[in-house]
């Protein structure tokens, strides 16, 4: 009889891992906790659920985001796959309709014959293959488990999430549809795919006081932890902190955009993305933020095209667990001290949706040949897949967080190239050659054919 998997967590990273594993013809055991046991961000029963934002990131072929899932596509990720079929217009970013999204996950799991779903907590690590994909917000009695097994002091920080208003809420007699410059979509949306609100100068900077002075809620963990924000996600409340002008050029910052009410380009703006195929709930993009939800509420309706706004949903924060993979972890994404256990996803410290699930791709194929006696596929340094995994578990130990797919973690290319765009599009074609030809010197074949990105 074949050894059979076992796999806990049924998000991003799970999920394509037991799909990897099962398509391969090896038996997996899903344990997924929810609904049986909640975690803070999660809203529904359903397998892959993005927490947040729905959207994936670039699709261009030459940004880290895009090489990131062509490469995944090619070795036939089903989440990526699954993310293109459920895509909304979203400029040159791939957003998906969340719930489509991941009913369509979790039907083909359900569906698929040789995986078997438990909607169980596991509170200890089990004998036999099994791979640890429970995400960031790990159940506190895994994680002791966890911990006991590192032998180490376990490591967090905190992440914030951004608010969701109803289309019908927003006021477009105020607010204007616009991608910045104009951009056409490359997924066929015919006019502006964000829905702009617009601030002067008084409006703006009555708004950062507003921001400023709302109350927050407090969170139980030491200062130094709460200050090891996670630049990439921080709250807006923490961003005004820094200046008045932060908010201006970070999220708010209105470069690319003309109010068709002044001809002119706002002093600022709060950007709204599609959330949903009905195009009926918006998030604000950059808005995470962790104010007590009464005073969060009214602090956005001083937004002008927002003042009726309904919000399906308020920003909050939460916890943002990972283990310290550079002392743990082999580029398989085997645990060191044990061979049969595979850690991937948020966990390991690739941050991101795409970053998350590229670990349970390469865990889950992985898993597959180490059980049919293949060599396990340690990706070149040189693809992003390859960059992302080599900085896991090569970074440095002491000061190690968890990180996006970048281009700053690619080796430099030989030759000097001059010009950003250039340099991207040597880096994006060095990573593609060497991807495929790592594949084909490893006689890989992915389960599903690749599918094209619209880029
Ligand atoms: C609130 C929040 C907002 C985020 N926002 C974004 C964003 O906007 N964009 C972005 O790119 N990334 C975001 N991330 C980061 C990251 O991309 C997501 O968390 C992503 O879902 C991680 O994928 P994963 O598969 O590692 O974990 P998850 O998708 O969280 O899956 C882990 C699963 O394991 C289950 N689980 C946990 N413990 C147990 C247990 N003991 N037994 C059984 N099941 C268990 C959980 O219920 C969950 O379903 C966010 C994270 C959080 C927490």
Not at 138 to 156: C, E, M, R, V
Not at 296 to 320: C, K, S, T, W, Y
Request: glycine residues 8%; contains cysteine.
């Amino acid at each position: 009889m074949t050894t059979q998997v076992t796999i806990i967590g049924g998000g991003l990273a799970g999920t394509e891992a037991a799909w990897q594993i099962a398509s391969r013809g090896i038996p997996v055991r899903l344990f997924e906790m929810r609904p049986t046991r909640g975690t803070e961000a999660h809203l529904t029963d359903r397998l892959a659920e993005l927490v947040c934002s729905n959207s994936m990131g670039s699709t261009l072929p030459d940004r880290a985001l895009g090489i990131l899932k062509n490469e995944m596509l090619a070795m036939g990720s089903m989440v990526i796959q699954t993310a293109f079929e459920h895509a909304l217009p979203a400029g040159s970013a791939l957003a998906v309709s969340r719930d489509d999204f991941a009913q369509a996950i979790t039907e083909t799991i359900y569906g698929h014959p040789n995986i078997e779903v438990m909607r169980a907590e596991i509170t200890a690590i089990p004998a036999g293959p099994t791979i640890v994909a429970t995400g960031p917000l790990t159940s506190p009695d895994l994680t002791a488990q966890i911990q006991a097994l590192t032998g180490q002091s376990y490591l967090y920080f905190y992440d914030a999430m951004a608010p969701i208003v109803t289309a019908e809420s927003i006021d477009m007699s105020i607010a204007f549809r616009q991608s910045r410059y104009d951009r056409e979509s490359d997924l066929g949306g015919d006019e502006g795919d964000y829905i702009n609100c617009p601030l002067n100068k008084e409006e703006y900077e009555a708004f950062v006081h507003a921001l400023l002075d709302a109350p927050k809620i407090e969170l139980k963990a030491p200062d130094k932890e709460l200050e090891r924000y996670f630049e990439g996600c921080m709250p807006v409340e923490v961003l005004a902190g820094r200046g008045i002008q932060s908010l201006a050029f970070g999220p708010m910052r209105p470069i690319g955009l003309t109010d068709p009410r002044t001809g002119r380009r706002p002093y600022a703006v709060v950007q709204l993305r599609q959330d949903n195929i009905a195009a009926t709930l918006y998030n604000m993009v950059g808005f995470q933020t962790n104010l007590r939800w009464g005073a969060q509420a009214d602090v956005l309706r001083l937004i002008p095209g927002l003042q009726e706004a309904e919000f399906v949903r308020l920003g909050q924060m939460h916890r943002n667990t990972f283990i310290n993979s550079p002392t743990l972890l082999n580029p398989t994404l085997q645990f060191r001290t044990r061979p049969d256990l595979f850690f991937a996803g948020q966990i390991t410290g690739t941050e991101g949706y795409v970053g998350s699930t590229m670990g349970g791709l390469v865990a889950g194929i992985n898993v597959g040949r180490l059980l049919t006696n293949q060599p396990l596929l340690e990706l070149p340094p040189t693809s992003m897949m390859g960059a992302l995994l080599h900085y896991i578990t090569h970074a440095e130990p002491q000061n190690f967080q968890p990180m996006k797919a970048n281009m700053g973690l690619l080796p430099d290319l030989r030759q000097r190239v001059r010009g950003k765009q250039q340099r991207y599009a040597a880096y994006a074609e060095r990573a593609q050659t060497d991807h495929t030809a790592y594949l084909e010197r490893m006689k890989f074949e992915p389960t599903v054919s690749a599918i094209k990105s619209p880029a």
